[in-house]
């Protein structure tokens, strides 16, 4: 027994900032270290690659970004039908809910791996990928393309042990990748030369090593169920998880197009924005840290309470995540409104691109603070299995508010980055109203 409550927490009683700060710090350390996986390629190909494989890799990562966030919404929905049926004490359901997971899984992944292998070209085409950089985009996105298999699996992976309350083995997993991620990138890139087609291989090469090792720390383990061959079939858990998760999923897809569009409009700038907005995305990477530990922290803790019958538990957790996010997103805000040079000068030496991107990342940074609130709503609905409100939100958000302003933005003379970077913001009060709206909405009904 002592064996299994290491592998699970219950989030139903006790201090609820204490027991959200213990299971949000190893998700928190487990996201730097992925923003750190993405930010080591663009770092390493801007010291040892060319300024074209500068845009190369930003452009082709916002592809294979998209494809990840697809996956980790899909999988958003196992973890909170797992956190349920611990909540519910229905543990031997949980077998059947992973066998469901792996043929599903098995299925997608086949899916988009033939999708990016094949149109890796249409897809650097419609980011308007600059003339330079066009075909190291396309090498890029079909080497991540061909791996794939790999990003998937850690992605399950995680999802199920975040299900369980146990953020600290997705933590191992994810510190894995990031040194063989590190290795790999200076040994292809700074030692062999092979620019974006080394950081690319260096990315599937770590993911590989970290699932497989996942892999045989996961058979030492004693698990709180059990997961028998004939679990592992096409099952009606599938048809659960994912009425949770293709909502999500579908508002990551619109959500990060409307990104994509963005990527385009500033690629169509020039070779000098698209570099300066490439290198203000891993920056941002870093600024998103602590709403995206928030949101998938809220929707495990929030999940067990409900299942458990405590809705006000469940409240009070996303209030309390809302607080402390936005007060650690305070200072995050003020180092990269004024000084977002200092962040971006990490990634290159080029004076230029330095500027285009602090340009950006000043516009964008009033997102350090509203995004807390969001995404603490957003764990909210989806720890009650209500992602149509998760959905519609970021749909509307990116499409009437985010993506129209910057197209409009970027048609003024002289198109200025801090504009473009402000449209962002703007959409997440969008997304506070609305949630709000939709939370009140829901409480009323509730009391009636």
């Known amino acids: 027994m002592a064996q299994k409550n290491q592998l699970s927490d219950d989030f139903t009683q006790g201090s609820i900032l ?36 500068i845009s190369g890799v930003a452009t082709g990562s916002n592809i294979i970004n998209l494809v990840t966030f697809v996956i980790t919404s899909l999988t958003m929905g196992v973890t909170v039908l797992i956190s349920r049926y611990l909540g519910e004490k229905h543990n031997e359901r949980i077998g059947a809910v992973i066998g ?36 190291v985009t396309i090498d890029y996105v079909r080497i991540c393309g061909g791996g794939i298999v790999f990003v998937v699996a850690y992605n399950v992976i995680s999802g199920i042990f975040r299900g369980l309350g146990n953020s600290r083995l997705p933590l191992i997993f994810v510190l894995i990748a990031c040194i063989v991620n590190i290795i790999g990138d200076l ?6 030369g092979l620019n974006v087609a080394g950081a690319a291989l260096a990315t599937i090469l770590a993911q590989a090593v970290s699932v497989v090792l996942s892999l045989v720390i996961i058979r030492r383990q004693k698990l709180p169920f059990t997961v028998t061959r004939s679990d592992i079939r096409f099952n009606r858990e599938i048809g659960i998880f994912l009425r949770l998760g293709i909502p999500l999923a579908f508002q990551e897809v619109l959500t990060n197009m409307s990104f994509l569009i963005l990527c385009a409009i500033i690629n169509g700038i020039g070779l000098e924005a698209s570099s300066g907005y490439g290198i203000a995305q891993k ?38 995540g809302m607080g402390m996010g936005a007060l650690i997103g305070v200072f995050v805000f003020l180092l990269v409104f004024f000084r977002g040079d200092i962040p971006s000068a990490v990634f290159t030496d080029n004076p230029a691109y330095i500027m285009r991107s602090a ?26 299995g209500m992602s149509m409100p998760v959905m519609l939100q970021g749909v509307t958000a990116s499409f009437l508010v985010r993506v129209p302003l910057s197209y409009l933005f970027s048609l003024k003379e002289g198109a200025s980055l801090f504009d473009i970077g402000l449209a962002v913001p703007i959409a997440s009060v969008y997304g506070i109203i609305f949630f ?9 009904k509730r009391k009636r």
Not at 103 to 125: D, E, K, Q, Y
Not at 187 to 192: E, K, P, Q, R
Not at 436 to 443: F, I, K, N, S
């Open 100 to 135: 469901g997971t792996i043929c599903f899984f098995f299925l997608f992944t086949i899916v988009v791996m033939v999708l990016l292998l094949v149109g890796a070209p249409a897809f650097a085409s419609w980011l308007n990928a600059p003339e330079e950089a066009y075909e």
């Open 187 to 192: 040994f292809f890139v700074a030692v062999l």
């Open 283 to 320: 920056v941002v990477s870093f600024v998103m840290l602590i709403p995206s530990s928030l949101m998938q922290s809220m929707s495990a803790f929030v999940a067990q309470n409900v299942g458990a019958g405590k809705e006000d538990r469940a409240r009070k957790a996303m209030v309390t």
């Open 436 to 444: 709000t709206v939709c939370y009140v909405g829901y409480t009323r």
């Open 359 to 384: 340009e950006y990342l000043k516009g964008f940074s009033f997102e350090a603070i509203l995004t807390c609130v969001v995404f603490s709503y957003i764990g909210y609905f989806n720890g009650h």
């Open 18 to 53: 204490g027991k959200m700060v213990k299971f949000m710090i190893p998700v928190l350390g487990a996201l730097i270290l992925q923003a750190m996986y993405g930010a080591v390629d663009l770092l390493v190909v801007g010291k040892f690659g060319t300024d074209a494989g």
